[in-house]
């Protein structure tokens, strides 16, 4: 069983910074790519930013975040800096993994999701 867990959302005033992470664990035979999405009330979700053999941002975060990952640790981080109220939603974690039980096959998994606030 793969699990993503999220951490460091929170509330944060606009111009600010704030840092989240996530950690994939369990039988992990490889991760391909992982990324940040991100889903506002009413919105569909959207891609923030994804790393893999590319790095690729949206438009509107390019410049203020930076996508990062530690392999040792199976662990992507999303540093967001000028943070705006519009950058308000619930960011998830994701991730192309290849279990160990099925390393051949490349499986997307999703995070349960932490909250960021922006207020203006």
């Known amino acids: 069983q793969v699990q993503l867990v999220e951490s460091g959302g929170g509330l944060v005033q606009a111009g600010g910074s704030l840092r989240v992470s996530c950690v994939a664990s369990g039988s992990i035979f490889s991760i391909n790519a992982m990324g940040w999405y991100r889903q506002a009330p009413g919105k569909p979700r959207e891609l923030v930013a994804r790393i893999g053999g590319n790095t690729n941002y949206a438009d509107s975060v390019k410049g203020r975040f930076t996508i990062s990952r530690d392999n040792a640790k199976n662990t992507v981080y999303l540093q967001m800096n000028s943070l705006k109220p519009e950058d308000t939603a619930v960011y998830y974690c994701?991730?192309?993994?290849?279990?160990?039980?099925?390393?051949?096959?490349?499986?997307?998994?999703w995070g349960q999701g932490t909250q960021v606030t922006v207020s203006s």
């Open positions: 994701n991730a192309d993994i290849s279990p160990y039980m099925d390393r051949f096959r490349n499986y997307n998994y």
